[in-house]
């Protein structure tokens, strides 16, 4: 018999920005994330709501909202010859409080089981390797939630504006 090859840290994409959503009865897209998870987006023209919640623990919502959204969410996590199951997830936002600075962040999520939580934030600006950065924060979340995200890479004042 042959070894079981070790899990391994990858990534994988999925559409946010309409292409491969469906639309609900209010006019917010439903985008099937990975595993049971879903995003919600809501445009209200300059202002963007998205939700984040499992299908088996639909209670369970993380809630952001915008000034604008990247097209793609990207899902941190383990691969393994059963499949990938992620553990994180990396969005692109510009935040509400942003009414000057024009940023462009990206949020890293920790998807446990029983919730998602705001984890990391990182300004794209200001770091040429703020994926890189994003990343590496998703692969060394804590397995915990904490109420108020962590900063890596150069702050900005787009950071400051939560306060960490």
């Known amino acids: 018999a042959l070894p079981a090859a070790k899990a391994k840290r990858a990534n994988a994409f999925t ?8 639309s609900d009865q209010d006019g917010a897209l439903l985008c099937k994330g990975l595993s049971d998870w879903q995003l919600e987006i809501a445009d209200e023209g300059n202002i963007i709501q998205l939700r984040i919640w499992r299908t088996s623990a639909p209670n369970t919502i993380l809630e952001f909202t915008g000034r604008g959204l990247g097209d793609k969410a990207e899902w941190r996590g383990m691969q393994s010859r059963e499949g990938f199951s992620p553990d994180a997830l990396i969005i692109r936002m510009r935040p509400v409080e942003d009414d000057l600075l024009n940023s462009s962040l990206l949020y890293v999520i920790r998807l446990n089981p029983a919730e998602a939580c705001f984890s990391g934030l990182v300004d794209v600006k200001a770091n040429g390797n703020a994926h890189a ?14 109420p108020h995200p962590q900063i890596y890479g150069k702050r900005s004042k ?7």
């Open 158 to 164: 787009a950071t400051d504006l939560f306060n960490s």
């Open 133 to 146: 950065l994003a990343r590496s924060a998703a692969d060394k979340l804590p397995g915990t939630c904490d």
């Open 15 to 22: 559409d946010i920005s309409g292409k491969k959503c469906v």
